[in-house]
């Protein structure tokens, strides 16, 4: 079975420049899960997708962070304009429906690490 | 609020010695609790988890780690390490959503 595939693994840009990722989940898993890690901390959820609506999106600094599931299977995170402060790995996951408080393990992409110059 | 405390930032064991990672949490009931190790490079990959039951559950590669209500802990052991082990390893918890709220991780080095 394949894993969550991400892409790009490595992106280096300067700030305010705008960047996207792409992340596509296993195969019939309808919950998605974006994350950001900054150096010497754990990850952080941005956003959470079931199906293509999204469930939870707090954390999410939405003046200049967006993303999409359009047809409920793979996703876009984007930022626009970057800055500094975004260097970070973003991680991608995805679980099978949540559904009655029972908890789905959820499955890690290896990251997109981003360099904001 | 639910959160994770991982008191141990860098942690250095010979091989073939023994291991034990530190995790604490806070929250108002009987948490989801899981383990997670990060090699560099690398995306995170489940160690093992606790739900309920036995206080004393069993991972992949090794591992295990023991629930301690009465502490709030939920430490990840090792009886003898290896050299491939050295990577980063996070604790983490999760209520009765699916949000993972993670430590800050703490990273093992293994000497030969």
């Known amino acids: 079975e394949a894993g969550v595939a991400q892409s790009p693994r490595y992106k280096i840009i300067e700030k305010r420049q705008s960047v996207a990722f792409w992340c596509n989940p296993i195969s019939g898993h309808a919950t998605l899960y974006w994350y950001q890690q900054i150096l010497g901390q754990g990850p952080k959820l941005l956003i959470q997708?079931?199906?293509?609506?999204?469930?939870?999106d707090s954390q999410l600094p939405k003046d200049r962070f967006s993303a999409e599931r359009l047809k409920g299977v793979d996703s876009t995170l984007k930022i626009q304009p970057a800055k500094l402060e975004d260097s970070a790995v973003y991680l991608c996951?995805?679980?099978?429906?949540?559904?009655?408080?029972?908890?789905?393990?959820?499955?890690f992409g290896p990251g997109t690490r981003l360099t904001v110059l | 609020a639910q959160s994770v405390t991982q008191p141990d930032i860098h942690i250095t064991v010979s091989e073939g010695a023994s291991l034990e990672l530190r995790c604490n949490y806070s929250y108002g009931a009987t948490p989801y609790l899981f383990w997670y190790v990060q090699s560099p490079g690398q995306g995170l990959q489940l160690l093992l988890k606790y739900f309920s039951g036995d206080t004393l559950v069993q991972g992949i590669k090794g591992f295990e780690a023991e629930f301690k209500r009465s502490q709030s802990s939920f430490n990840l052991r090792k009886p003898s390490v290896h050299w491939s082990d050295a990577a980063e390893y996070f604790c983490a918890v999760a209520g009765n959503t699916d949000k993972l709220i993670f430590g800050t991780g703490t990273r093992l080095q293994v000497f030969p």
């Open positions: 997708f079931q199906n293509n609506g999204v469930v939870d």
């Open positions: 996951a995805s679980s099978q429906l949540s559904s009655g408080g029972i908890y789905n393990e959820q499955f």
